[in-house]
Nanobody, 125 residues
Framework: VQLQASGGGSVQAGGSLRLSCVAS????????MGWFRRAPGKELEFVAT????????NYADFVKGRFTVSRDNAKNTVYLQINSLKLEDTASYYC???????????????????WGQGTQVTVSS
């Protein structure tokens, strides 16, 4: 599985962005996908995850309704909609995938086998 993330950019606080992650292969609906982020000087942080089979989602506590993860199985694409952007959302955002049929929810980046290259989100005041 190869992942290609895009959609990052520079936005003002309060704005919105939609990140996309396109996956290669023919088993997209059998993978759990995750979004993580790494802010400058900080460790990789879990953001959200989705099971592509039925679309069930889980979020980090800090999301508080501002982020929405979704998928389009026909396009092999996972999205992360980020609203009401804050300065502290500035980070590189990464999409990741667990191995096929590993559908258990996990916030641990170590169990995700496949990673995209990251897309930068910069929020300014």
């Amino acid at each position: 599985v190869q992942l290609q993330a895009s959609g990052g950019g520079s936005v003002q606080a309060g704005g919105s962005l939609r990140l996309s992650c396109v996956a290669s292969g023919h088993t997209f609906n059998k993978h759990r996908m995750g979004w993580f982020r790494r802010a400058p000087g900080k460790e990789l942080e879990f953001v959200a995850t989705i099971w592509n089979g039925d679309g069930t989602t889980n979020y980090a506590d800090f999301v508080k309704g501002r982020f929405t993860v979704s998928r389009d199985n026909a396009k092999n694409t996972v999205y992360l909609q980020i609203n009401s952007l804050k300065l502290e959302d500035t980070a590189s955002y990464y999409c990741a995938a667990r191995r096929k049929n590993f559908d258990l929810v996990s916030l641990n980046p170590g169990v995700y086998a496949y990673w995209g290259q990251g897309t930068q989100v910069t929020v300014s005041s």
